[in-house]
């Protein structure tokens, strides 16, 4: 009976969806391994054999890239060379920190907006929507002067203040959360004598951690992936990321081959791949709360 229900359940359509879903993770996990081998070649065995295995395992590639992988700043007056053990650190700084900010601040106004009914909140909302469907272009001259000014220029806490914002999606998904939670939850903890902040950080965010820990870590993969503001903002405090973009500029040496290119990229993907096997399950799970128990 179970095997006849199930095959009932599954119709043409889903089918054809399954089919083109299998498709598409062949063609996102082919290039990731291929990149992979290929970061294993002499640079001749790479070019005469393109998509074949190593004749010679090269794992000597990876140390040489770590040793090499390097970005050269200013300090004083002198220059110094980064390398990559200092560039992740300066990564978890940069991504867990503005990962933070920008989950904290659309999570804390996506309470205020839909648990506290005024006018404003509405006309926040429409501002929101209306900055996720216009780009705004033009603005990243007027972002460094403003930093420059406010002496967030090339700091990191100064980007955990810059990235602290609300005009996201994630104030939306966080309003759609708090106004599902019933109101038994505030109108008790306010008979217990418990004030706005108190109900925020001891009852209503808690309720939301899942959700918070999925925006987290979303945000958390996507700055680790941005060179570019670090490379604005931040010049000489290089994250990985950054290190990668300069890594692969090289033209000279043993490092402007394409096989010790695609090593330094395996390198900085390692650590996502890691928190992606970690956290596998609620990036894919639903953004879903409780109700009362």
Avoid at 73 to 86: D, L, Q, T
Avoid at 93 to 106: E, H, I, M, N, S
Avoid at 145 to 150: K, Q, T
Avoid at 203 to 223: A, C, D, E, R, W
Wanted: charged fraction near 10%; charge should be positive; hydrophobic fraction near 50%.
């Amino acid at each position: 009976m179970k095997k006849g229900a199930l095959r009932s359940k599954i119709t043409p359509l889903s089918a054809v969806v399954f089919g083109v879903l299998i498709v598409y993770v062949v063609l996102l996990f082919v290039p990731l391994l291929w990149a992979l081998i290929s970061s294993l070649k002499a640079d001749m065995d790479f070019r005469n054999n393109l998509f074949g295995l190593p004749k010679k395992w090269l794992f000597q590639n990876y140390s040489d890239t770590f040793l090499g992988f390097y970005v050269t700043v200013e300090s004083g007056k002198a220059f110094r060379n980064v390398f990559m053990p200092e560039q992740f650190l300066y990564s978890v700084l940069y991504a867990g920190g503005c990962a933070f900010t920008a989950t904290f601040v659309p999570c804390l106004v996506g309470y205020l907006t839909s648990r506290f009914k005024y006018k404003f909140s509405g006309i926040l909302t429409v501002v929101v929507i209306v900055c996720l469907t216009l780009p705004v272009v033009g603005s990243l001259p007027s972002e460094i002067r403003m930093a420059r000014f406010f002496g967030l220029y090339d700091h990191i806490w100064g980007m955990w203040i810059m990235k602290a914002n609300f005009l996201n999606m994630y104030l939306l998904v966080f309003q759609a959360i708090f106004s599902g939670v019933q109101g038994e939850f505030t109108e008790a903890a306010k008979i217990d004598g418990a004030g706005n902040t108190r109900i925020f950080f001891a009852i209503m965010l808690p309720l939301v951690s899942q959700t918070f820990l999925t925006v987290y870590i979303l945000n958390f993969i996507g700055f680790w992936n941005d060179y570019q503001t670090p490379l604005i903002f931040m010049p000489n405090i290089p994250t990985v990321s950054y290190g990668l973009y300069i890594f692969n500029r090289r033209t000279e040496g043993q490092f402007s081959t394409i096989p010790m290119k695609l090593t330094g990229s395996v390198l900085v993907f390692l650590p996502v791949l890691a928190v992606f096997c970690v956290f596998q399950k609620r990036l894919v799970g639903n953004i879903t709360i409780g109700g009362l128990k």
